[in-house]
């Protein structure tokens, strides 16, 4: 079916102890961001409460978690990307 590369920024990268990783679509109920970011909160739970509140990008193009048009497809970049807080 293909694979996805996941990008860690800032929080998201130190709760999961890695840059960046590949995730092949077939683990996920369906080509959806929703469906990704629930496998990720299943499987790694250090990343749950970070992801619900992480922007999400794909191909370098901020996204709406939400939007029903946007499907996942082999060969894409998906970041994960917290808020930045600073002072």
């Given at each position: 079916?293909?694979?996805?590369?996941?990008?860690?920024?800032?929080?998201a990268?130190?709760?999961?102890?890695?840059?960046?990783?590949?995730?092949?679509?077939?683990?996920?109920?369906?080509?959806?961001?929703?469906?990704?970011?629930?496998?990720?909160?299943?499987?790694?739970?250090?990343?749950?409460?970070?992801?619900?509140?992480?922007?999400?990008?794909?191909?370098?193009?901020?996204?709406?978690?939400d939007?029903?048009?946007?499907?996942?497809k082999?060969?894409?970049?998906?970041?994960?990307?917290?808020?930045?807080?600073?002072?």
């Open positions: 079916m293909g694979s996805i590369k996941i990008l860690y920024f800032a929080a990268r130190e709760a999961r102890g890695a840059k960046q990783e590949q995730i092949d679509l077939s683990v996920l109920q369906d080509n959806k961001p929703q469906a990704l970011l629930q496998h990720l909160r299943t499987n790694f739970e250090d990343l749950s409460g970070i992801l619900d509140s992480a922007a999400l990008a794909i191909n370098e193009e901020y996204v709406e978690v939007n029903p048009s946007i499907t996942l082999p060969g894409d970049t998906v970041a994960i990307i917290p808020p930045i807080s600073g002072g």
